[in-house]
């Protein structure tokens, strides 16, 4: 368990062999709830070989000096491109709203 945000990382092992691997991290907002946008990707257990990388958002809650994951969404590549066309759109952060 991770005392600080900075220790939260969704890399994984099993019996000593890279599982998850974290391609890079952004903390999207920092406190006694923090969320964190992951870059990752998987081993593929019958090859042996990693995927093509996935993004992931998780929430965690600090309890008892540690935090604790409480919420994961993956991302497919669709829905973050779908996220990505709506986002702007909705909060006025491009072109597109009057």
Known sequence: MAETID??????EEEGILVIEEL??????????TSILFLYRERD????EF???KAGL???QKYNGVFR????INLSADAARKICE???EWLDL???RD
Do not use: C, F, M
């Open 7 to 12: 220790e939260i990382t969704i890399s994984y």
């Open 24 to 33: 890079d991290k952004v903390v999207l907002n920092r406190g006694a709830w």
């Open 45 to 48: 257990r019958k090859t042996g």
């Open 51 to 53: 995927g093509q990388p």
């Open 58 to 60: 998780r929430r965690y």
């Open 69 to 72: 994951k409480r919420d994961a």
């Open 86 to 88: 709506t986002l702007p």
């Open 94 to 96: 491009g072109e597109g």
